[in-house]
């Protein structure tokens, strides 16, 4: 399925206001299978369906200037409902990631945007109620201590993020609800993601 999402969303980025027609002869992606994509990507709010004399699809756009109703309003968590693996990808810098692996970029390239930046001023930026159980980001020693069997961060030596004081490695445990406050944070600071 992973494929056939990237596939999908990799053609309409190119052709936003596509009908199913059209996804069909370009993508070969037919029946069924175009059917629950398309659906599942609405329902994710990544692809957005337009009501017409036909229904067109294009992919969603996060804007760091958009608000929403539902922004204002004072929320801890999303409600967000997920059956199933959610394969989510994000587009950052010209790249898709998935939610763990977004996050990982995004706070490397905070890091490389502010050279100098200390651990006391990550904590700050990306404070650890971001990601309740686990932080955004923690020490080797301090991941080890929260997650003692391992695999709960992005720890192989090229993936851990070098600060000015000590280095870090960034949580890698990200579902569709729990990742929503961490890309507020990342709008503000004016990264676009989408």
Not at 24 to 46: D, I, P, Y
Request: proline share 4%; with cysteine; glycine share 6%.
């Amino acid at each position: 399925m992973d494929k056939t999402i990237q596939k999908l969303t990799s053609f309409l980025e190119n052709n936003p206001n596509s009908n199913k027609e059209a996804i069909a002869q370009a993508t070969g992606l037919k029946g069924l299978v175009l059917f629950n994509s398309l659906k599942r990507l609405v329902k994710e709010r990544a692809v957005q369906e337009t009501e017409g004399d036909e229904k067109t699809y294009a992919l969603a756009t996060i804007d760091a200037n958009e608000t929403s109703n539902e922004e204002s309003q004072d929320q801890d968590e999303p409600e967000v409902i997920s059956k199933g693996r959610d394969n989510s990808k994000f587009k950052f810098n010209g790249e898709l990631y998935g939610k763990g692996p977004l996050v990982h970029a995004v706070v490397s390239q905070y890091v490389a945007d502010n050279k100098g930046t200390t651990y006391k001023k990550l904590k700050e930026v990306f404070p650890d109620d971001l990601l309740k159980r686990f932080g955004i980001f923690q020490h080797q020693e301090t991941a080890h201590q929260i997650a003692p069997k391992g695999g709960r961060y992005f720890s192989k030596p090229e993936q851990v993020i070098k600060l000015k004081d000590r280095s870090v490695i960034v949580c890698n445990q990200f579902t569709l609800a729990n990742i929503q406050p961490f890309l507020k944070i990342a709008k503000s600071l004016g990264y676009k993601i989408r």
